[in-house]
């Protein structure tokens, strides 16, 4: 075997397991004992919500909202009267780790004036690339399941998700990192002021309804969604990802149910 057909084997082989991230010039083993301080600005989010080193494997283990700490994004979320300034808020903020790796920030896709705002986990490789929330496989279904009950991005929702940078290796965002976005998310939801949120996922749905119950008790039913910059509570549909239906169609069905009654709360609506 030549030389370079060897480094395609290893390359392949990498790509199979699913590293398909960079994330520094040396490669580095994960079970190395290797103790570094972290980067100076982020040391005081990491140390306020965690341990780093609970941390592994990265995993959605508690709930962000219910620290007590203020990131800094909150304060400069807080002082965003506009999309604009808020895309370039986050465009600016540095704080989370997640920036470094990612090729392009997911701000959102969809009309600005809708009155359903659709809520996701994080970017995929797709996403990454174009910049753009739900344009990959996933992303296609939640166009078809939205389309069935008469909504599109054209028209009349609109996209975000939690983290607006691709976690590497597409791996769940942590609690660290989605405390750091979340004032971000807030801000947003507060800019659009949508009547209605539809959470996909667990990672969405616990994130917002500020809980650990996990997204099989949480779909299908209506919850309130409340922040200091909204009058009102906002009514919040959870339901299953669409990455998950693509592994369970099975459970299609149930999505379907939860469609429904969000066309019919639409409907009662105008
Ligand atoms: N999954 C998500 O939660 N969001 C995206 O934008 C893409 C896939």
Redesign the pocket.
Known sequence: MTLNNKIINIIEWHVDAGVTVAVGEEPRSLYAVRVEPPAANIVPVIQAVASPSTNFPPQFDSNPMKKTISPPSRRLAQQCQTLEELRQAMSNFNDCPLKLTATNM?FSDGNPEAKIMVI?????A??DIQGK????L??KLLDRMFATIGLSRQENIY?I?IVPWRPPGNRQPTTQEITQCLPFVQRHIELIRPDLLIL??G??AKTILDTNEGIMRLRGRWHDYTSEGLEAPIKCMATF???FLLRSPAQKAQVWRDLLTVQQEQHSRK
């Open positions: 997911v996701g986990e994080a970017p995929g797709d996403e929330p739900f344009v990959g996933s992303g996209i998700n996909v996922g990672v969405a990802h669409p990455a």
